[in-house]
């Protein structure tokens, strides 16, 4: 089922203007199932690799949409530098604004304290009617790690997952932590064309001096120099 955005509701996620208000209107029809992939991350910065990701779960799963929640203060880097949730937030906005079915979300940005996934995921189930289906796609690497998350079971039980799978990385693992769980997880693993990209290696690349071309859409890496992100040395970085 292919959704469109009103007008106005674009207009209102492109302002950033609302907070909860900026996820999709989904589950008017009580007789249709409506599939609403999440695609959750620190995105510091998002880039090509989790964008990839998304279109093959939009596509393999048949999902309406997919939302980019860029974490708010991710429980998992607290001890880290992290960018600000305002910048991260601008650049997944940015990266996802020409795919009509990709939405970017300050659902997590603006909750108050330690975002954890099992609260977003409970609070959307509490959202949306029952014919509303929740994907949260992630890394198979997260898979691996997700049994050992805050409130794992809350996880479980709110969305299914999808699990991308990363060049190189051995499904096996995950498979075998999902299966000793005492959690009843949905998985679904993707297979996503090979894009050995992170962002760790963007920042690296930025620090150096180097051309972000083809690893993350330019208009993220036009925001990573205006705004200085990274350590860009100005002179120093090629768009
Ligand atoms: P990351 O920091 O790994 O995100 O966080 C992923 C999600 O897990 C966020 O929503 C976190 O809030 C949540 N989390 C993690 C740990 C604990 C808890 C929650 C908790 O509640 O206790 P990145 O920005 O690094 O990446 C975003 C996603 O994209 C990740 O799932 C990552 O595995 C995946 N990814 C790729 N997938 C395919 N090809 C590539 C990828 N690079 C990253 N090249």
Redesign the pocket.
Known sequence: MVVTFAEEEVDRVAEGVVAEGDLPLLGQDPHATYRLGI??????PI?N??L??AEQALGDLGLDVVVF?P?GR????LDKNVSSGEDRDTMTLLATSDNPHFLASRFEVDREGV????DTLELMRRMYPDNVELYFI??A??IA?IVH??DADRVASCARLVG?T?PGYDLDHARANIAASPFAFDVTYLE?PA?????SYLRDRVRAGQSLRYLTPEPVSGYIQKHGLYGVRHGRYES
Do not use: C, E, N, Q
Request: hydrophobic share 45%; net charge neutral; no cysteine.
């Open positions: 695609m959750g991350g620190t995105f510091d880039h690799g989790h990839v990701a929640m974490a991710p429980a998992f880097k975002t954890y996934t099992a992630t890394g690497d997260a790690d998350w805050r991308a990363r996503v894009l050995a990209i992170s962002s």
